[in-house]
């Protein structure tokens, strides 16, 4: 039951399109409903005239009973509050929806990625091609009868596992070769991969000659793939750059080397399931990829978590904000060429942290700690004081020290001062997030702007910098890392005794039918879990909307005209995780 | 001047480089191989080199550490294998990449199911060592464990465990884990004296009725 928008907003919006605006009046279900054919006039209203000017989150739903496709958009106003939802529906068989790309920049990949994982058309759409699957992939796997290589049953738990387990390993049953469908006329031997050649076309024009562009050398432009294999990227991820000389003329990233089509594994789990799922997203911060699936299905189900579990799930939050803003500075200076010593300097502090995590959820990195209405386990004896040692005394010289020994060093702040410029009306129009946001000075911080769990009690200050570059996305990580030992030295100091659960823990959660949008501020930025339940134990929709897939949008516009050396600092300004990019 | 924030970005540099040397007077030979050192070299108050010489130096696994389920059995006389298995299924049923296979045992007159796993299943190749099943298991029967140095040889034949494999006493659960093994003894024993007063209750009401 995602929150409706202030009343005003209503009336005008269905005042002003009769008869094409709807409320939506499914159960459960909130927002509105408008005919495609108006779905660019509505968009410009709201962001022109009622100032929902950045769009967070888009996607698709295949309701294949009723034969719709679904998109929904969620916009959000830069002042904060909810989110406002509107949805369009069209025919399953021919899904073509209007593409807001001209009126919100943002929408670019996640329409690609609508377009591709549900097979929903963007008419308009600069660019429609794959994004996370590869060129010349059959069919669109997100869609409900899509079945993938080793399908066993709609929904889990499958039947065969028990009373009569027979064990045997899914690689026996549908060994390689005979688990691919291939098209009718299709043979493997004579199919050659249809290349990059899209890929390079949607790369802008190249120049006629030398002479229109008032140059009296001839020079050429050249392509370069940065990428996948690439220590820089931070994992497997493309970057195909023109070049006109060192200068970029335009960049895109490829992605999609780790995609595992996690919407579609989450959509065959139950919702308890999704829980340690949800940890290989951004696997540096697995516990606020937990806070906001749990967040996103507490609010279907209309429940809320004791005191000290909100104030344990806080606690976790913010320190694994540390880990994650410790560990892109880190790999930043990485990029820049200070090979490892500073990242190993912040990831000396990461294991101390790590060490709670471990003590405290029984494993370092893939947490699964959050439940539904609390969390799985009271804090060990000792994790508090550990805790209190670090945010009392440890962490804050530690900070300072890194603040020291990296913001004015003159080879920093060469390599990032004024590269990689975001200016802050882009930055909202690519439907920037996180610290990229904020460091073009857009105060924009989810535990203010929407607040959730106990952040509106306590006291700390969104940071922002004025300029939108490397340097600034830096420096608002280290001030950022200052607000988070401020936020954490409260909550150490209040966090109350009791209980940390709601109701009694199941294994089998009961979430009425209706959808939820729940969002938290991941250290890279908005982390939304769109969901939709028909009332069964299993989601029906299970949509995560990834910070570091959609800051990339922005990209190509911070690269350009800058030299190819700088996309590595900028791509590391970012701050990626590949494991939430590609899902 | 150019360089100056350079300098001093170096002398935090040096200032780590010193500090390992002091840390390793400090210690004055006895830095490794010595838990009291390794103790404080993981805390926060930890200086100088951080590194854990392992596998001769090990780090202390906390309680809550888990890793691959295991099952429980109480021994009893004779090395007799008591599982608390019951096969429910529930473990089955909650385990996200469903590694767990179950096969429950039918009493061979009735054919009516008997509360104990004739055979059990993990593929630890899938198992993701989310702490799921030992989490919702009723009966305490499966738990999560600390032996991590699981690389074998061969993936195919050995990666399957079977119930033999994955059973362990509860002497060695209540040595990994104190703390829960207490807790859970604890509300069992409670949960038993509450069934014993209850049926002990109803006896006396009913032995009063017949007086009546």
Known sequence: ????????????????????????????????????????????????????????????????PDSKMEVVYHACSMTGGAPLVFKTQVPRDSAVVPSLVSVFPGADFQEREAWDLLGIRFAGHPNLRRILMWEGFEGHPLRKDYREPFFEEEAKPYKNRWPEGHVYRIEDKTPFFKNVQYPPDFTPEGWAPAGDAGLYAGLGELPAS???????????????????????????FRMVITLEGETIV????????????????????????????????????????NF???????????????????????????????????????????????????????????????????ATAGSRMMCNYFRFGGVARDLPPGALERVKELVLERLPRSIDEMDRYLTGNDIVRARCVGVGVLPPDKAVAFSAAGPVLRASGVPYDLRRADPYSIYDRLDFDVVTRPNGDVYDRYLVRVEELRQSLRILQQVVRDIPEGEIQTGKAQYQVR????????????????????????????????????????????????????????????????????????? | MYGIGLLRGLAVTLKHFVGTYLDDLRWFGKRYYNPKALAVRQSAKARGVFTVQYPEERLPIPEEFRFIPFLLYEEGEGGAKIDRCTSCGICAKVCPPQCIWIQRSNDPVTGRPVPEPVEFYIDVDICMNCGLCAEYCPFDAIKMDHDFELATFDRFSEHIFNKEK???????????RPRNYEREEAASAAKEAAKAARSSESGAAKAAEAQA
């Open chain 1, 1 to 64: 039951m995602t929150e409706t928008a202030a009343p005003a907003v209503v009336d005008t919006l269905e005042e002003r399109f009769p008869g094409v605006v709807r409320r939506d009046v499914r159960a459960g279900f909130s927002g509105y409903v408008v005919d495609a054919g108006h779905l660019r006039e509505l968009a410009l209203h709201l962001r022109d005239d009622l100032g929902y000017s950045y769009l967070t989150s888009l996607t698709g739903v295949d309701y294949l």
């Open chain 1, 511 to 583: 979430v009425p039918a209706g959808e939820a949008y729940g969002r938290v501020e991941n250290p890279k930025g908005e982390l939304g879990f769109y969901l939709v339940s028909n009332g069964k134990p299993n989601p029906w929709r299970y949509h995560i909307r990834a910070p570091s897939f959609i800051n990339l949008t922005a990209m190509a516009e911070m690269c350009r005209g800058h030299k190819v050396a700088d996309v590595v600092a900028i791509l590391g300004s970012i701050d990626i995780v590949l494991g939430e990019t590609d899902r």
């Open chain 1, 250 to 289: 335009d960049l895109q990233p490829v992605m999609g080397y780790l995609h595992r089509n996690h919407e579609k594994i989450g959509e065959r789990n139950t919702f308890l399931m999704n829980m340690p799922y949800t940890d290989r997203l951004d696997y540096i911060c697995s516990m606020h990829n």
């Open chain 1, 292 to 358: 906001g699936y749990a967040v996103a299905v507490e609010k279907l189900m209309g429940i809320r978590p004791p005191e000290r579990a909100e104030y344990i799930r806080v606690m976790m939050a913010e320190l694994t904000r540390i880990v994650s803003h410790l560990w892109s500075i880190g790999f930043l200076l990485n990029d820049l060429g200070a090979y490892f010593t500073p990242a190993l300097y912040a990831i000396n502090e990461r294991e101390l942290i790590l060490d709670v995590f471990e």
């Open chain 2, 166 to 176: 994955l059973s362990k006493p509860v002497s060695y659960y209540a040595s990994i």
């Open chain 1, 210 to 236: 030398p002479e229109e562009m008032g140059q009296t050398l001839r020079t050429d432009q050249m392509v370069v793939n940065l990428g996948p294999q690439h220590p820089s990227t931070h994992g497997v």
